[in-house]
């Protein structure tokens, strides 16, 4: 998927829960929600083509140690405390991110997007909003 937002998602623990419903019923679940909540967040959609694997890579192996030794210049290697304080999140698969994309951008439309805004991207007809903190598409001419 290829598509580009960012928000301050809902900081409260029921809307992170949601969230994070595929790790729901792990033994670091507990953990994890309180570290989420435990201060501001952003959410992003990434847009490029294999957004998931390139977004991945930056981030790093889940487990701090091992991203430190195995991948030093990570995102996770360079800023994660613990394997549930790692720094970011990532979806693992399209399936994960069409529900996170959901969950934390409900206007946003994928469909919307493909037709409408991706091309405006593409030719290089955006400009940035500093207030909201995006790129927004111009109209494509």
Not at 59 to 86: C, E, F, H, W
Request: aromatic share 12%.
């Amino acid at each position: 998927m290829r598509a580009s937002a960012a928000a301050n998602p809902r900081h409260h623990k029921t809307g992170r829960r949601r969230s994070s419903s595929n790790t729901g019923g792990r033994f670091f679940y507990q953990r994890l929600v309180e570290f989420m909540s435990s201060g501001p967040m952003r959410a992003y959609i990434l847009a490029r083509e294999d957004a998931i694997s390139h977004w991945r890579e930056l981030m790093g192996p889940t487990k701090v140690y091992r991203a430190q030794y195995t991948s030093p210049k990570t995102i996770r290697a360079q800023y994660g405390l613990t394997d549930t304080r790692n720094t970011t999140h990532g979806s693992d698969s399209t399936e994960s991110a069409q529900k996170e994309i959901a969950f934390f951008f409900p206007e946003f439309s994928v469909q919307h997007w493909l037709e409408v805004e991706e091309p405006c991207f593409r030719a290089g007809n955006v400009t940035y909003d500093k207030e909201r903190q995006i790129h927004i598409a111009l109209k494509h001419n």
